[in-house]
Structure formats: C-alpha cells, structure tokens
C-alpha cells in the first residue's frame, strides 16, 4: 500500500481543501478529519497501479504548490548554447554526475544538498525553453533548546529562459535548523533562513549556466521597487465609473484651486501640485462613498490590500494597510498615501490579493493573499494561502511581465 511521506502529512503540505477536491473528483466519500482525508487518499492509491500512478503524480504537483517563499533573480547572457536541449544536459551531467533522477517520494535524503531530478523543457522547435531542478536534504525543526526532529525540505528551482528570470520555491519555514546526524540540539546559531539557503542554490545554478545577474543590494532593490509600482499602477487603476465622476466635477475644482492661488496670492510654483490634490480629494471621497468595494475588484487579476513605500523628498516612510482585506482603494488610507507613492513612483512592498484559478472548496474566508518585495539582494513572493500551480504562474507572470 503507498504511504504518503511523513513530511508531507506534518508540514502541511496537503491542506484540506486541496485534499476535499481529490476526493470529489474521484467520488470519493468526503470525511471528518485530516487524518481520515490522508487514508481516504492512501486507500485509493492502493486499489490498482493505475491509481497509485495517479496518486504518486498528484501528490508530486502539491509538493510543489501551497504556502511557499518564492525567491527570484533577472538573468541575462542568455547564449544559444543555453537554448539546445543536448548542450544543456551535458552541462548538467558535468556538474552532477550523480544526479539520481528519483522523485521526492522515492529519494532517500542524506544532510547534504542534493540535486535529485531534473527535467528540460522545449518548445515545438526543439529550443529550451524551461529548466527544472528538485533539490533535496534533512534538516532538523523544532524549539531553539530541544532536542531537534528529522524532516526533509525539497527546493524546487525553475529556470525561464524565455522570459530571462530563475526562480525557487520551498515550503515557508522558520523552525529549520542545520542537520547533524551526531548532534540532534537546536542551537541558535544553527537556525535555517530557507529563503537564503534557496537563493544559494539559485547561485550555483547561475554559475553553471554562466548567467550573469546583479547581486548589489542597492541596484536590485532599486530595480524591484520600481517593478512593484508597476504593479501598483496596473492593480489599482481607477474604474470607469469614478473616473468619469471625476471628469464631471474636475473643472469645479480646478476652478476653486485657480481662485484661491488668486485671491490669497499663493506661490504659482505649487498650483501644480494643489491641483492634483484636489483631484486626488475628488476620487477619494467618490471611491469611499458607500459599499462598492467590488467596483475595486473586477477587471483586475488582483487588488492591493496593503503598501508599503518610502518617500525619499519627505524622508517618511508610508506603510498603508486595508481592514479585512478589502482593496485598499475604497478606503481614506490609500488616498492619503497615493501622493507620495505616485511621486517616488517605487514601492518597497506590495500585498495583493489575486483571484484564484479555481475557486472550489477554497472559501472567502482563505483568499489567496501574495506578498512582495525584496530581501537582501533578491526579490521575493510569499503566498500566505495555498496556492495552486496555475495561481502560481499568474503571480510570477505579473512579475515577469512588469519587470
């Protein structure tokens, strides 16, 4: 009978709406408890070949989904060599001879950093398109004092060759601690920032492929901020109602600001700026009047839910959050902050909500919450809610697309 890996059942992995799915779509009786979803899972897998296949290339694509730390860098000298399915492998095959092809429900874990699968991706011209790489090793988890427990923590890393970005992913962790077969003990200098210990295999993955990337702090922040307010402007477009609102009453308020520039015989070098916040005083007061938060939700991917930017003129940081997850912009707080954003036109972090592929069995109460930014010198996503591959590749999309 398969048995579905220990790490997988512990470190939630299979969450429950994903694990209610695999059970409707193969009519399965639904259950009372996680326990009775892993053997209800288990029990299927047991009935023929067929299905343990089916059940082994199921649980494959979840490891791989869920709450994760994305971590990513922009890659160029990008050569053709890098595009021929043949070359590539024989690059990988020089650096791991002894990759050994086995999944990461097959592979037995040893506390070295392992690559244990690979797969090249190629187009309908037989050019690479994708590389993947599972990478796999023990670590210890627990309370900092205790004596440690074994788990395994896979990274998966994919490399985009057509869109110019190497990207991993691993399970979001904070208890992980150094593996030592000899001493079991978490001490603190032996803790795990998993998002660094990805991105230093994204690095050696770098090396081999002899891609160039930035790694100055200060050029890949710069860099990301300046993404991250394009997508602040792409999710946070004004909708059509407010803006013809806007466009109504526009000429009265410019009328005022021109009066009042008049009469008190104000600067004329700040009339600019004054008309634009009375603009801004315009939409803010249509956008937050009444219950229409859903004007702030369709026709967009995803909303802004929170904001966090720096105005370098002002020297003040903007940190701008929504209430119960409502898009920010139907609330005073977005609108007070819009400004200063606009004027530095960088974010340092962004949280979003976007809409999910398939909304089945994942209720409103567990919207799929991204957040993004930047760690040292790489950007990042964190999925908070667990996330399928499709609502995946729809955040690293946005990225790819708006860098």
Request: net charge negative; with cysteine; charged share 30%.
């Given at each position: 009978m398969m048995k579905i890996p220990d790490f997988m059942n512990r470190d939630d992995y299979l969450q429950n709406?994903?694990?209610?799915?695999?059970?409707?779509?193969?009519?399965?009786?639904?259950?009372?408890?996680?326990?009775?979803?892993?053997?209800a899972i288990e029990a299927y897998a047991g009935k023929s070949n067929e299905t343990k296949r089916e059940t082994r290339d199921w649980l494959l694509k979840v490891v791989k989904e869920g709450s994760k730390d994305i971590c990513y860098r922009k890659i160029r000298n990008i050569s053709e060599w890098h595009k021929d399915p043949v070359l590539v492998e024989a690059k990988i095959k020089e650096k791991y001879p002894n990759c050994p092809m086995k999944n990461i429900l097959t592979y037995r874990n040893t506390g070295e950093c392992t690559m244990i699968e690979y797969k090249i991706c190629t187009d309908d011209n037989d050019e690479v398109v994708k590389i993947e790489f599972t990478f796999s090793k023990l670590f210890l988890?627990?309370?900092?004092?205790?004596?440690?427990?074994?788990?395994?923590?896979?990274?998966?890393?994919?490399?985009?060759?057509?869109?110019?970005?190497?990207?991993?992913?691993?399970?979001?962790?904070?208890?992980?601690?150094?593996?030592?077969?000899?001493?079991?003990?978490?001490?603190?200098?032996?803790?795990?920032d998993t998002m660094d210990y990805a991105v230093s295999i994204i690095d050696k993955l770098v090396d081999m492929f002899e891609f160039e990337t930035d790694t100055n702090t200060k050029r890949v922040k710069n860099e990301n901020s300046q993404m991250l307010y394009r997508l602040y402007e792409k999710f946070t477009f004004t909708p059509t109602d407010v803006v013809e609102k806007v466009n109504a009453k526009v000429d009265i308020a410019n009328s005022f600001v021109n009066k009042i520039f008049e009469d008190l015989h104000l600067d004329p070098r700040n009339k600019e700026k004054a008309l634009l916040d009375a603009k801004i005083l315009l939409e803010k007061f249509i956008s937050i009047n009444g219950n229409n938060e859903d004007e702030f939700k369709k026709d967009r991917l995803a909303y802004l839910i929170k904001v966090s930017a720096d105005d370098e003129v002002e020297l003040t940081k903007i940190d701008t959050t929504s209430d119960k997850r409502i898009p920010l912009q139907c609330t005073e707080a977005f609108f007070d902050s819009k400004k200063s954003v606009i004027k530095s036109r960088k974010c340092k972090r962004l949280n979003l909500i976007f809409k999910r592929t398939d909304e089945t069995y994942f209720t409103k109460a567990n919207p799929l919450v991204v957040q993004l930014g930047t760690h040292k010198n790489y950007g990042y996503v964190k999925t908070m809610q667990y996330a399928e591959e499709a609502d995946i590749q729809n955040v690293l999309q946005t990225i790819f697309d708006n860098y």
């Open positions: 709406p994903i694990m209610r799915r695999f059970l409707k779509n193969h009519d399965l009786d639904f259950v009372e408890n996680r326990a009775d979803y892993i053997t988890y627990g309370e900092a004092g205790t004596i440690g427990d074994t788990t395994i923590f896979p990274v998966f890393i994919e490399i985009y060759l057509d869109k110019g970005f190497i990207v991993s992913r691993g399970k979001a962790k904070s208890t992980l601690y150094r593996y030592d077969e000899n001493n079991q003990m978490l001490l603190g200098e032996c803790k795990v």
